[in-house]
């Protein structure tokens, strides 16, 4: 478990020039809470998986706050849950991931709710 950081929970990130990214990694089964700004972040990422993770109680940092913030490319990013954050989930469009589910109360049997590698945003 990660806690109370006073910064970043997690944290990939390249060096933002070309070429000069954060390659290949993996952030699996971790818990985040009480961190600073994000709870997971991943910028100037490529290639990464970050899956099944739980962030939680994030607050107010540097760069806004989220509970899992990937603006890299070609990452691989599901079965998180994120909660207690102002933007708990923010995924940019060019990495795959799953849906994310908002709801509260009983999941669905179909839709978004019920797919295997959903992301779950609890608001």
């Known amino acids: 478990m990660v806690s109370d950081t006073g910064a970043v929970g997690i944290e ?6 070309a070429g000069q990214v954060c390659d290949g990694n ?9 961190a ?14 970050i899956e099944g993770n ?12 989220h509970g899992l913030f990937v603006s890299g490319s070609n990452n691989f990013v599901v079965r998180n849950t994120c909660g207690a954050a102002g933007d ?3 995924i940019a469009v060019a990495n795959t ?5 908002t709801v509260t109360g009983a999941l669905a ?8 590698l ?4 609890m608001q």
């Not at 991931?97 to 589910?101: N, T």
């Not at 959903?118 to 945003?121: D, L, R």
């Open 54 to 65: 739980h962030v939680s109680r994030v607050v107010v940092g540097f760069g806004g706050t």
């Open 109 to 116: 049997n179909t839709g978004d709710a019920s797919h295997p």
């Open 12 to 17: 990939l990130r390249g060096r933002g020039a």
């Open 26 to 34: 993996v952030v699996e089964s971790c818990t985040v809470r009480d």
């Open 88 to 90: 708990n989930i923010d």
């Open 97 to 101: 991931y799953g849906p994310e589910v």
């Open 36 to 49: 600073r700004g994000s709870g997971i972040r991943a910028s100037d990422t490529t290639f990464g998986r």
């Open 118 to 121: 959903a992301n779950f945003n």
